[in-house]
């Protein structure tokens, strides 16, 4: 007999927290948070030709209409076909390519079957689902309900900085293999960045610390790492000295910091410093980390695709206007992008697809995992209870 010798097995006797069943949300969210807004595309890239996404597992097009941007359900309703591989016949629609129906692209109406005639008895009586969208930071927003509420304001979702400073941005939206969630708990994940990222060539001439000591501070919609220690080299016991110092790289400080993470700044932008941010790594629902460095803040949004793919958004901002723009783009287009968009943050992808939990064993450093897990699990169940909808209906959806 096998009995007792599978994974599900091993952890029944193992010590320690294997499975998510801590956070049931969390556990159930592998198609993503739904009732919250995600980029979905460059606004420069949407036109007048329908375009498939899918998002938390819905099948999504996008249009573009007298500069208005419009999301439908990407199904017509006769046989299936997807919309996105129609056009438009008559402005403010799109039409399917196999029988011509026509959908009114804000009401998701059916106007019109082309080859049904004017008088087609369906015309108003058919429909396809619409989706709320909205433009920020230069890219293109749908909202995935929950049930059928309204949308809450988008600027109520975005970092609050961003909705309030000028800034000037570069960023990547790229499809990635991986469930979102290990995406998104690979960016606040306290410990990989020493290691994994030490051969970074972003981080060539800078060392990384090689363990810390960390507590996870929250603050409004929030949670913070904080750190408390930062250790640069370490004996291990039977092992030997490790060390992520080398002789090319800047000698490290000797104080602990939390702006940056591989030394305390000289001077820090001023809209920077105004935020006061209690460390320089946060996270917010539905997936949205923060990770502030003296003069840019880089954010990354895990958009779920479905439970094995995810979109990455990574977004570079730098709180600056005027002839000074020039110079941000002529090093994030000339360096940045390829060095921690590309290489840096290729290395993240790495691993996010070939994670494989659970069954996990969390370490110390993981209470920014355990943390995060928290807040989803506490926000989404005030989400619940605020659209109406129970569990039942969130796993329907």
């Not at 069943?21 to 460059?42: E, I, K, L, M, N």
């Not at 500069?67 to 016949?89: F, I, M, W």
């Not at 011509?100 to 998701?108: A, C, I, S």
């Not at 502030?292 to 954010?299: G, Q």
């Amino acid at each position: 007999m096998t009995t007792g010798e599978g994974p599900k097995s091993r952890s029944r006797t193992a010590p320690g927290r294997q499975d998510w069943s801590s956070w049931p949300h969390y556990d159930g969210a592998a198609q993503g948070f739904r009732g919250y807004w995600y980029p979905v595309t460059w606004s420069s890239h949407l036109t007048g030709k329908p375009q498939p996404f899918t998002i938390c597992g819905e099948k999504i097009t996008l249009i573009r209409d007298g500069g208005t941007a419009y999301a439908l359900h990407n199904r017509c309703p006769h046989r299936g076909v997807p919309l996105s591989e129609g056009d438009q016949q008559f402005p403010g629609t799109v039409s399917c390519p196999y029988h011509g129906w026509t959908f009114d692209l804000p009401t998701g109406r059916l106007s019109a079957v082309i080859t049904d005639g004017p008088g087609c008895r369906l015309t108003g009586k058919v429909s396809v689902r619409t989706y709320a969208v909205e433009e920020r930071l230069g890219m293109v927003w749908v909202y995935i309900p929950l049930a059928d509420e309204e949308p809450h304001p988008i600027d109520e979702q975005l970092p609050e900085e961003l909705v309030s400073n000028p800034f000037v941005m570069g960023g990547r939206i790229e499809p990635r293999g991986g469930n979102w969630r290990f995406a998104c708990e690979n960016g606040f994940d306290e410990g990989h960045a020493k290691y994994l990222h030490r051969t970074a060539l972003w981080r060539l001439f800078k060392p990384m610390p090689t363990w810390n000591v960390t507590r996870i501070v929250p603050r409004g919609r929030w949670i913070y790492r904080v750190q408390d220690e930062v250790h640069w080299e370490a004996d291990f016991p039977g092992v030997g000295h490790w060390s992520n110092k080398r002789w090319w790289k800047m000698q490290p400080p000797k104080e602990t910091f939390n702006i940056g993470n591989t030394g305390k700044a000289d001077s820090i932008n001023p809209t920077i410093e105004a935020q006061d941010f209690p460390g320089f790594a946060s996270l917010s629902m539905p997936g949205v980390l923060r990770i502030v460095y003296p003069n840019f803040i880089h954010y990354e949004f895990y958009v779920p695709v479905d439970a094995d793919r995810h979109n990455y958004v990574g977004v570079m901002v730098n709180f600056t206007e005027g002839w000074s723009t020039l110079r941000f783009y002529a090093k994030y287009l000339g360096a940045i992008r390829w060095l921690f968009h590309g290489q840096f943050s290729g290395q993240d992808a790495w691993m996010v697809d070939v994670t494989d939990a659970p069954p996990e064993k969390l370490y110390r450093p993981d209470v920014s995992l355990t943390s995060w897990r928290n807040l989803s699990e506490e926000e989404y169940a005030k989400k619940l209870a605020g659209t109406g909808a129970d569990s039942s209906a969130e796993k329907e959806a």
